[in-house]
């Protein structure tokens, strides 16, 4: 038989600009994708998650994309070790391409993969697809990362500038797929999952919106940002080419936005413990409260402020919370309650449809005070100043928590100034210590 490349889809559910998927086509052999429901990931989730119905449908959409040449996207469940193992045996394998992936837990993976696939001579390649600029691309001239964001960005613009993008056109080689691989339907019943509630937030790239981002992204009645958090996590678009539309426009806004994900990319990268401890160690000496009856309000969005319940409403009903509250209701969780930031971050993880762990993290520990560019600790948003300065006319409060003003509501759960005066005695308190 004639020797085929696998690619193996992830965090990249398309066809076009993919730049494994187009040096998997130009292998010079016959390409098998597939694609890895990963057991040690999804026996995690809750059996309605809308994370794999978006995974399902941008599957089903590669399907599309590739039945003129007889072709689907061959779908497993298991680890993706025992996957390859089998594949390998069966098949004849001679190479597996993929993207890379840049999370801790996707580092052990492709480690663990390479290895078994190089025991049985076969090749794994694996390119840079999910950002411009990855690791250690973007450095400070004495080799080391930066920790401070806008050095980042001027460093990051300044390579963008010198070098052209380069381009993948992946969706020009589908003939180079493999038309005799065997079909592998799977339902989401297979997977062990039902069909969720909650849609997709619909995406929008015009020029309109990217050109007013700047006067408007921080007001979340008006519904005016991209929301492509979710389709840049998946890879159902290319980061180079929303890039590039976004680097044509006059204001950069929405562009910086957009590095500020490959920034925390970066920092998770270099600094990998993040992912459970603090940047600032001195600041995992803080005495969290962590009071389970507290975080169940902030969870449900009872906690009687309404900004602040209007986020996590809006959360737990549709899977997305705009950014601006997002920062309020972190801020709130962690120096109002004084819990831990890792509960938040968690509790983010299990409910975001765009979560990515890189700025999950990021932003968690920016509110907490506790990672790199982060705010000071003793800045404490009042939740009664961000409705005046965001929401004054109650119009997204209203959408989110028509019963404010009912006398069902309840009352604020803690006093804004005693919360500030305890969250600042605490952390000073670790801060500190010698």
Known sequence: MEKLTVFWFRRDLRIEDNCGLYHALKSGNKVF????FDEDIIERLPPQDARIDYIYNALGNLDIAMKENRCTVGIYKGTPKAIFSKLITTYPIEKVICNHDYEPYARERDTEIAALLRAQQVDFETYKDQVIFEKSEVVKSDGFPYKVY?????????????????????????HHLWDAMPTSPISLEDLGFTSSTIAPPKT??????????????????LDATSKMGTALRFGTVSIRKLVTKA????????????????????IL???PHTQKQSFKPQYDRIEWRNAPEDFEKWC?????????????????????????????V?????????IDWRWGEAYFAEKLLDYEMSSNVGNWQWVAGCGVDAAPYF????????????DKELLYIKKWVPDFQDLTYPVPMVDHKFARERCLTTYKAALNQE
């Open 379 to 390: 800045r404490i948003f009042n939740p009664s100043e961000q409705i005046k300065k965001f």
């Open 33 to 36: 994708p597939i694609f890895i």
């Open 300 to 328: 449900a969005g009872q906690t009687g402020y309404p900004l602040v319940d209007a986020g996590m409403r809006e959360l737990n009903q549709t899977g997305f919370m705009h950014n601006r509250v997002r920062m309020l």
């Open 204 to 221: 929008n790239t015009d020029e309109k919106t990217i050109d007013s981002y700047e006067e408007v992204r921080n007001f979340p009645s």
């Open 269 to 271: 990268w270099h600094f």
């Open 330 to 338: 972190g801020s709130f969780l962690c120096k109002h309650l004084l």
């Open 150 to 174: 806008t050095p980042y960005w001027r460093s990051w613009e300044t390579r963008f500038h010198q070098n052209a993008l380069p381009s993948f056109p992946s969706e020009k080689h589908l």
């Open 247 to 266: 680097a044509q426009r006059k204001n950069n806004t929405y562009l910086k936005e957009l590095v500020w994900r490959e920034f925390f990319m970066q």
